[in-house]
Antibody, heavy 117, light 110 residues
Framework: EVQLVESGGGLVKPGGSLRVSCVAS????????MSWVRQAPGKGLEWVGH??????????HLAPPVKGRFTISRDDSKNTLYLEMNSLKTEDTGIYYC????????WGQGTLVTVSS | QSVLTQPPSVSAAPGQKVTISCSGS????????VSWYQQVPGTAPKLLIY???KRPSGTPDRFSGSKSGTSATLGITGLQTGDEADYYC???????????FGTGTEVTVL
């Protein structure tokens, strides 16, 4: 059974930084492309970005609203996906989900990031 | 602001049918596969339909998907109270180089 467990969310001030993690199990993580999707309170889904498997280059691609501020990385030895968030803005507040690419088939329960002074 | 447009809400009585439209453009729906996701409030989204009309194991055949040109449609027949949720379409947008979601549709069973 595929399991994705996010952690690391919390309250951070505007301009601050935060790293959230996603531990995967139940599938061969090293072969998988992975995505981050977020959802602001009471709003719809927004794709944040994804990262390829290491065998396919391990490169990441981020959506325009977060490009230059967020970084996606992975540690296949720990079956863990990361989202490093810098220069956070109030509009980055929301639940952050990790999910399997490209179909976004399996989802974690999400971790809440609140950007507020 | 989403590039895929869905109606904000649809409703019908139990046992009836509803359809949800998803309107896009040639840079997204017109040239890429469409997926549909179901999200019960307070829970994570769930993949319902992929590649326009394929159902993952676990998706009842009451749910169907179709695509024509730059629009896609999700159909739900034999509506049940458990189908009350928000539904989102999604696809890759080649111009934005990003995965895009629809604005979301709330389904209410009367």
């Amino acid at each position: 059974e595929v399991q994705l467990v996010e952690s690391g969310g919390g309250l951070v001030k505007p301009g601050g930084s935060l790293r959230v993690s996603c531990v995967a199990s139940g599938f061969t993580f090293s072969n998988a492309w992975m995505s981050w999707v977020r959802q602001a309170p009471g709003k719809g889904l927004e794709w944040v970005g994804h990262i390829k498997s290491e065998t396919e280059g391990g490169t990441s691609h981020l959506a325009p609203p977060v490009k230059g501020r967020f970084t996606i990385s992975r540690d296949d030895s720990k079956n863990t996906l990361y989202l490093e968030m810098n220069s956070l803005k109030t509009e980055d507040t929301g639940i952050y989900y990790c999910t399997t690419d490209p179909l976004l088939e399996d989802w974690g329960q999400g971790t809440l990031v609140t950007v507020s002074s | 602001q989403s590039v895929l447009t869905q109606p904000p809400s649809v409703s019908a009585a139990p046992g009836q049918k509803v359809t949800i439209s998803c309107s896009g453009s040639s840079s997204n729906i017109g040239n890429n596969y469409v997926s549909w996701y179901q999200q019960v409030p307070g829970t994570a989204p769930k993949l319902l339909i992929y590649d326009n009309n394929k159902r993952p194991s676990g998706t009842p055949d009451r749910f169907s998907g179709s695509k024509s040109g730059t629009s896609a449609t999700l159909g739900i027949t034999g509506l049940q109270t458990g189908d009350e949720a928000d539904y989102y379409c999604g696809t890759w947008d080649s111009s934005l180089s990003a995965y895009v979601f629809g604005t979301g549709t709330e389904v209410t069973v009367l």
